[in-house]
Structure formats: C-alpha cells, structure tokens
C-alpha cells in the first residue's frame, strides 16, 4: 500500500512529493530500518538464541547464499551478463523484515518457530549487505575487466 502510495505522489505522477524531497527522506528510511531492527532484537532472549544457533544458522546460511545462487545463476542464463547476475543475485538475498515483524505482532506469536524466524530476519539483512558489497567489488572488477578485486575494493564499498 505505502510503494503505491508513493508511486502516486511521487515525481512519476502527481509529483506532491518530489525527487529532491524524496532524496531528502532518506534519513527517515534510515530511522525505520533501524526502529525495525530494534524491534526484533528486543524480542529475542540471549538463551534462546543459543539454543536455537545451529538451526538459525543453518536456515540463514542456505536461504541467503541459496537465493543469491539461483538468482544469479538464472540471471546469468538469461542476460549472459555476470555482473548484472551477480547484483541481482545479491539484492534477492534480502528479505522484508517489516511485514514479517507485522504478522508475527499481528497473530501474537511466541515460540521456538517465531524467536528462529525472527533471527533470521533480523540477521538476513546484513548478509544481505555483505554479498551486495563483495557482489558490487566483483560486478565493478567484471566491467573493468581488472581481474578479481581486491579485499580493499570489496571493503571500499
């Protein structure tokens, strides 16, 4: 509801809210993420998540890396374009922790399930962003045609 809303009266339409304003806003987005972020670490206890590490881990690890592989391999049949495969893979490796923190709160749910699905997207996130910026280093190198980067390129971005 709120990306139609914003695609309504953004600067593609209506243009009530403009580009330069909407470049402005970032720091709200910024301030959402990390009120989300917030929220799910405050529902998980230190125990649990010890006694839940190796399921959590496992279910992270296969479903970033695993999503970032398909993604990337099936962008690669279709564009033949390793760069572009590997920014996409890395951006489908991220997950909406918003709407899943909204339908937990919204059924009430406590347990086991609830406390590994919120570590798991609590931490997605930032996996995310570690496979975006070594995705981004490699992608940057592909079209420089540089060779692989360098740990200080893959840190630089």
Same mark, same amino acid.
């Given at each position: 509801?709120?990306?139609?809303?914003?695609?309504?009266?953004?600067?593609?339409?209506?243009?009530?809210?403009?580009?330069?304003?909407?470049?402005?806003?970032?720091?709200?987005?910024?301030?959402?993420?990390?009120?989300?972020?917030?929220?799910?670490?405050?529902?998980?206890?230190?125990?649990?998540?010890?006694?839940?590490?190796?399921?959590?881990?496992?279910? =992270?690890?296969?479903?970033?890396?695993?999503?970032?592989?398909?993604?990337?391999?099936?962008?690669?049949?279709?564009?033949?374009?390793?760069?572009?495969?590997?920014?996409?893979?890395?951006?489908?490796?991220?997950?909406?922790?918003?709407?899943?923190?909204?339908?937990?709160?919204?059924?009430?749910?406590?347990?086991?399930?609830?406390?590994?699905?919120?570590?798991?997207?609590?931490?997605?996130?930032?996996?995310?962003?570690?496979?975006?910026?070594?995705?981004?280093?490699?992608?940057?190198? =592909?079209?420089?045609?540089?060779?692989?980067?360098?740990?200080?390129?893959? =840190?630089?971005?």
């Amino acid at each position: 509801g709120f990306i139609l809303i914003g695609v309504v009266l953004g600067p593609s339409l209506l243009n009530v809210v403009p580009l330069e304003l909407s470049e402005q806003l970032i720091i709200v987005s910024e301030v959402a993420l990390g009120l989300i972020g917030f929220d799910i670490g405050s529902h998980l206890l230190f125990g649990e998540l010890r006694r839940l590490g190796r399921s959590i881990l496992f279910i =992270l690890v296969f479903e970033a890396f695993g999503t970032f592989l398909l993604v990337t391999l099936g962008i690669y049949l279709l564009t033949q374009s390793w760069h572009t495969a590997l920014i996409f893979g890395a951006l489908a490796s991220a997950t909406a922790p918003a709407a899943t923190v909204d339908v937990l709160a919204e059924y009430d749910a406590k347990g086991p399930l609830t406390t590994t699905l919120l570590a798991v997207v609590g931490m997605d996130d930032a996996l995310a962003l570690l496979l975006f910026s070594i995705a981004a280093a490699f992608a940057e190198s =592909l079209l420089a045609q540089s060779g692989p980067p360098s740990v200080a390129q893959i =840190l630089e971005l």
